[in-house]
């Protein structure tokens, strides 16, 4: 069977990641292989680092074309969605083994 278009993938991907449905409910009718093709091809894309390649390569794009002004740029987390309350505190479980009583004697 012939790999699916990379583009078509992508285009898959971003519906997910839109949308919020999950993968396996990515319809095959849309065209973009289905969901697990998509999450595969994401996994794969971002152990290879292509995302942060694209990153840099439309930084230094914009750079060169003198439309950031790196001196100016500052780290902004506006963009993060806040949850109200702080998250809770939880105790780590223990993962050591522990001795079960024997209910057989």
Do not use: E, F, K, T
């Given at each position: 069977m012939p790999q699916m278009d990379s583009r078509l993938v992508l285009q898959g991907v971003f519906s997910v990641l839109i949308t919020g449905f999950g993968w396996e409910d990515l319809p095959q009718e849309l065209g973009f292989g289905?969901?697990?093709t998509c999450w595969r091809r994401l996994?794969?894309?971002h152990a290879a680092g292509t995302f942060e390649q694209?990153?840099?390569?439309?930084?230094a794009r914009a750079h060169a074309a003198r439309l950031i002004d790196f001196d100016r740029v500052m780290v902004d987390?506006?963009?993060a969605r806040a949850k109200k309350g702080a998250p809770q505190q939880v105790r780590a479980r223990s993962?050591?083994?522990r001795l079960?009583?024997?209910t057989t004697s």
């Open positions: 289905s969901g697990m996994r794969d894309w694209i990153h840099q390569a439309v930084l987390g506006s963009h993962i050591a083994p079960i009583p024997n």
